[in-house]
């Protein structure tokens, strides 16, 4: 399966911050999501956005989606140290949810 | 109280054995998947199961081979293994549009 693309690849800031994570795909999609994956850890389920959605909140976590540009950002806010993980943006751009297309994920460090 | 648990969680073992990954999930998903995870974190869908029916196959080498004895479970046998199986190998299960991950398998290859 091709992978989507995210970027930036990593991203460093001061706990406090908002981080932002941007991700884009090829075709047209269903719905798109986002996950998190600490270190060492498996991925957990963040955020679904569909695709005649906008944006879409879930505590510090804001998604918007741009079909037209074809592309996602993740948004948190007030990041803190529990933060820091890696993100990934999966869509249904296969065809099928069963075999989403994920991205190469965004390596996220908030420093204390 | 594990929605999807996966053992072993660590496994180091020699070129050309065979081992099994085993996986079970308490969701009551109808849907379960294997994933690769390489060293560069890219994440590859190896197999997914529905309803105890193969509905992905990937293409992955034959020495790979799933068994799903009920919705429950799914689990990865490894014949034959080779250095470049070396990974993170996740379960996952879902129903609807949201995945459930396993804490992940590390394999390493010696």
């Known amino acids: 399966s091709q992978q989507g693309e995210e970027d930036p690849q990593a991203l460093s800031i001061q706990e406090g911050e908002n981080a932002t994570m941007n991700c884009s795909y090829k075709t047209s999609i269903n719905n798109l999501q986002w996950y998190r994956q600490n270190s060492g850890r498996g991925l957990v389920h963040l955020i679904l956005i569909r695709s005649n959605e906008r944006e879409k909140h879930s505590g510090r976590l804001r998604v918007t989606l741009d079909t037209s540009k074809k592309s996602s950002s993740l948004l948190i806010t007030a990041s803190r140290a529990a933060d820091t993980a890696s993100y990934f943006c999966?869509?249904?751009?296969?065809?099928?949810?069963?075999?989403?297309?994920w991205g190469a994920g965004t390596k996220l460090i908030i420093k204390p | 109280d594990t929605a999807v648990s996966q053992t072993p969680k660590y496994l180091v073992t020699q070129m050309g054995n065979d081992k099994s990954i085993k996986c079970e999930q308490n969701l009551g998903h109808d849907t379960m998947y294997w994933y690769k995870q390489d060293s560069k974190k890219f994440l590859k869908i190896m197999f997914s199961y529905n309803n105890k029916e193969l509905i992905i196959n990937e293409t992955v080498p034959n020495r790979f081979s799933p068994k799903s004895p009920d919705k429950a479970h799914l689990n990865l046998h490894i014949n034959s293994l080779e250095l470049g199986d070396s990974a993170v190998y996740f379960c996952a299960s879902s129903r609807g549009r949201g995945y459930t991950f396993g804490s992940g398998t590390r394999l390493t290859v010696v």
């Open positions: 999966a869509t249904d751009e296969g065809g099928s949810n069963y075999q989403l297309i």
